[in-house]
């Protein structure tokens, strides 16, 4: 990072670690609608009767639905709906609006908070519910504890995309 970014990215004020977990529980919430209204869509379309029939096309589909809620969100208002509710807002590292490239970018990288668990979890021949969970627990905190290591406390995920989140107060009428 430049000097000049840096003096960009010192002057807005940063969510703080639990502002922005409470955040991605929220998003959890919301995106448990947007995921079982998108399998529906796609079940209705496709005829599947068993839930494992076209069971990866459903997983190809419902990434592509969350991708597109995201770069939409982000590169319109910088805050999706949970974002939003917590005064959140993503910027790129000169505090302008992200592009729909850098959105996408940024859904793809953002990924990094469950591929490594998912992937121990893979390598280790891992079946049970508990156990897969388990993994992901462990590898969602490791994700989290990285931000402590991070000069600015960002997630590698925004670190990689030239990303910051910053708060967005609403303004008083």
Not at 97 to 122: E, H, I, V
Not at 148 to 154: D, H, N, S, T
Request: glycine share 6%.
């Amino acid at each position: 990072m430049s000097a000049s970014e840096n003096q960009v990215a010192a002057s807005f004020e940063r969510p703080g670690l639990s502002r922005r977990m409470a955040a991605f529980v929220y998003e959890g919430v919301v995106l448990f609608g947007v995921v079982f209204v998108a399998g529906y869509f796609f079940s209705a379309l496709t005829q599947q009767r068993h839930a494992l029939q076209g069971q990866h096309a459903l997983q190809a589909f419902l990434f592509a639905v969350l991708g597109i809620y995201f770069a939409w969100f982000w590169s319109r208002s910088g805050q999706t709906v949970a974002m939003k509710a917590w005064h959140i807002r993503v910027l790129d590292r000169q505090g302008r609006p992200l592009t729909q490239a850098r959105a996408l970018a940024r859904y793809a990288l953002s990924w990094l908070w469950f591929m490594p668990a998912l992937l121990s979890a893979w390598l280790l021949d891992l079946h049970s519910p508990a156990a897969i969970f388990g993994c992901l627990t462990v590898g969602v905190l490791a994700y989290v504890l990285l931000t402590l290591i991070q000069p600015q406390k960002q997630f590698l995920h925004d670190v990689i995309c030239g990303t910051q989140l910053v708060t967005q107060l609403p303004t008083k009428k």
